[in-house]
T-cell receptor, first 114, second 112 residues
């Protein structure tokens, strides 16, 4: 069964900590994305990548960075976590040439920053 | 950035009822999509629309690409308990590359 796997379902961190959210896909997809989901705001794009070592800022990149060293893995990094980064984080992937609409999502990581 | 407004924000309906929700924008989109997020899961694509006026069905779900290209509609007929979840519209802006913009979501709850 093909899937996008996010390493943690729930995560609790303290303000100022460096946080790593990991995402792995087994579908050999070129495109990978990180979104955050907040009630009443829907999904907002943080960063995306169309190839290994490549990254592009989305709509809300401030306070985040990403790493894509291997095709199947896309990591989201919170350099110094803050309480306003408490949210549900969703990773997604899609195959090359399909545009962004054929997104396959992971189950999400609920991050709480205290 | 651009945001899509979904209405209603939440719905509490009886099993067997039909459901309607919509998504509106001030900008023109060339693709409209509807996703569903089950509790505890990521969103899954339900329907994709590529032409103004297009009407597409997927089982009990029917979606329409608005004629003005600034809106889209989703209908669910004869709702059942497993329809519970959050429904998101998403669109790709004309001239916006391939970037998806998501709506604010409609939470659906079904009463037995």
């Amino acid at each position: 069964d093909v899937k996008v796997t996010q390493s943690s379902r729930y995560l609790v961190k303290r303000t100022g900590e460096k946080v790593f959210l990991e995402c792995v896909q087994d579908m050999d997809h070129e495109n990978m994305f990180w979104y955050r989901q907040d009630p009443g705001l829907g999904l907002r794009l943080i960063y995306f990548s169309y190839d290994v070592k490549m990254k592009e800022k989305g709509d809300i990149p401030e306070g985040y960075s990403v790493s894509r060293e291997k095709k199947e893995r896309f990591s989201l990094i919170l350099e110094s976590a803050s309480t306003n980064q408490t949210s549900m984080y969703l990773c997604a992937s899609s195959p090359w040439g399909t545009g962004d609409e054929k997104l396959f999502f992971g189950s999400g990581t609920q991050l709480s920053v205290l | 950035g651009q945001q899509l407004n979904q209405s209603p924000q939440s719905m509490f309906i009886q099993e067997g009822e039909d459901v309607s929700m919509n998504c509106t924008s001030s900008s023109i989109f060339n693709t409209w999509l509807w996703y569903k997020q089950d509790p505890g899961e990521g969103p899954v694509l339900l329907i994709a629309l590529y032409k103004a006026g297009e009407l597409t069905s997927n089982g009990r779900l029917t979606a329409q690409f608005g004629i003005t290209r600034k809106d889209s509609f989703l209908n669910i007929s004869a709702s059942i308990p497993s329809d519970v979840g959050i429904y998101f519209c998403a669109g790709i802006l004309t001239g916006g590359g391939n970037k998806l913009t998501f709506g604010t979501g409609t939470q659906l709850k079904v009463e037995l």
